[in-house]
């Protein structure tokens, strides 16, 4: 096999070439020099099996942070990446679905592996490519794509596969979990904790992904695919976001024994429904995700075997997430230097469109705030209205009394499904003395 073109890794491909036959290397081509590209190539630049033999990038004259990328390795036309004949695996890290969509079938088509760190891309065509590398006896990896550094796909696949999964639900975003525990622990607006965020680089500019819960809903779309092989269109899961979230509401949590956080939960129900969502929780204090601070990840995963199960680590990041993919890129170039492919267990299964269970379907226990009119017999009105629905109370408590004289009350249910629930909301809210629905928030 002819060298790489440019000076690979600088000159310490050159001299490794001239130590090691052309066989005994694995050519990889990368789209995105990025944060995580970045990071991949700080990992390989040392390592005498792997060699760069183009990345794609948008401005190949860019000032980047890292000191040793010759620039005849830059192209800023990905499809020369995916076209190479000497490139045996394409790396995406591009982010975005369509044209990561159009370039990976390209390379799959082409006889190539791929690695990929892209949400988006394998929760809405995970499956049309998955069967794309059947066909084409290639691999498709992406540990990378949910939870940063945290090793959940392969242990979903691997090391769980003798389960029968029946709850996945984690900790999904930096971003959020930063917010809520400042939130928590300082006493911050959400307002203000966002701020922070993104002035130390945890949240982009424009933060909708992340607060309103988009990023999660991928993520825990891939998660359903590998524990319970199912497909569901991340587009149709229940998503909530965090920024009605008040510093209220934080320490009123922690009054009854909860922290809140953004969940991603997957359950299969007994007669086989996905009960898929994501929107923020009152997570136990005893629970083992109540514990997971700032923009750390966490997943908690039950099987029928082994019992509750939790990942925690860094879930973005630079080099948390640059390890996943690394991680990725050897698994395959093991095979391809032992001259045998990548061990057959690595292949995604087949998936079954999900039966999703409705959301009015779907049960927890719920938290609501509310501001009424301080006059006699609303908390009676409370009860009735939550007793005419079948939702019975946990606890109920009056929070004292708001500048415009309203009573702020906070109620704890025991567990209803969200129909008898909205039943009950719907007859709060018609109530005259009901001055403002606050929040309403369900309980892990």
């Known amino acids: ?121 394998i929760a809405k065509f995970g499956p049309e490519l998955f069967d794309l590398a059947r066909k084409n006896n290639v691999r498709l990896l992406f540990e990378g794509a949910v939870a940063g550094g945290i090793p959940i796909i392969m242990p979903l696949k691997l090391s769980l596969g003798a389960n029968r999964i029946q709850r996945v639900a984690g900790i999904l975003n930096g971003t959020t979990n930063y917010i809520l525990t400042k939130m928590t622990q300082e006493g911050w607006t959400f307002e203000r904790a966002l701020s922070e965020a993104q002035a130390k680089g945890f949240a982009e500019a424009d933060p909708t992904n992340d607060v309103e819960g988009f990023d999660v809903a991928y993520k825990i779309s891939v998660l359903a695919l590998i524990a319970f092989k199912q497909v569901v269109d991340p587009l149709s899961i229940f998503r909530e976001g965090i920024t ?106 087949p998936a079954t469109p999900a039966n999703l269970l409705p959301m009015s379907e779907t049960t927890s226990k719920y938290y609501l705030r509310l501001n009424a009119q301080d006059r006699p017999k609303v908390v009676g009105h409370l009860g009735n209205a939550c007793g005419d629905a079948g939702v019975s109370l946990e606890a109920l408590m009056q929070k004292g009394i708001n500048p415009d004289g309203t009573a702020s009350i906070v109620l704890l249910t025991k567990s209803v499904t969200e129909q008898q629930m909205n039943q009950a909301l719907e007859s709060i809210r018609g109530q005259a003395s009901t001055a403002e629905i606050g929040c309403l928030l369900r309980v892990l």
């Open 1 to 121: 096999m002819p060298s790489p073109s440019g000076q690979a890794l600088s000159a310490q491909n050159s001299a490794a070439e001239q130590s090691r036959t052309p066989d005994t290397r694995v050519v990889i081509g990368m789209i995105g020099l990025g944060t995580v590209g970045s990071g991949v190539f700080k990992i390989f630049r040392d390592h005498p099996d792997i060699f760069f033999q183009k990345i794609a990038v948008r401005d190949a004259s860019k000032i980047r942070n890292i000191d040793d990328v010759d620039t005849e390795l830059l192209s800023q036309d990905p499809f020369a990446v995916v076209r190479d004949p000497e490139t045996q695996v394409v790396v995406e890290l591009m982010g975005g679905a369509e044209l990561a969509r159009e370039l990976v079938t390209e390379a799959l088509n082409h006889g190539k592996h791929v690695v990929t760190a892209n949400k988006e891309l």
């Open 244 to 349: 009605r979230i008040t510093a209220e509401d934080i320490q009123h949590a922690r009054e009854l024994g909860y922290v809140i956080k953004l969940i991603g939960l997957a359950q299969m129900e007994d007669d086989g429904r996905l009960d898929i969502r994501v929107h923020p929780m009152l997570v136990p204090n005893e629970h083992p995700l109540s514990n997971t601070q700032n923009e750390f990840n966490a997943i908690f995963v039950k099987g029928d075997a082994v019992g509750d199960v939790m990942f925690y680590g860094r879930g973005a990041g630079e080099m948390p997430t640059a390890s996943a993919v690394a991680a990725d890129i050897l698994a395959i170039a093991t095979g391809l230097l032992k001259g045998n492919e990548p061990i057959p267990s690595m292949i995604i299964d």
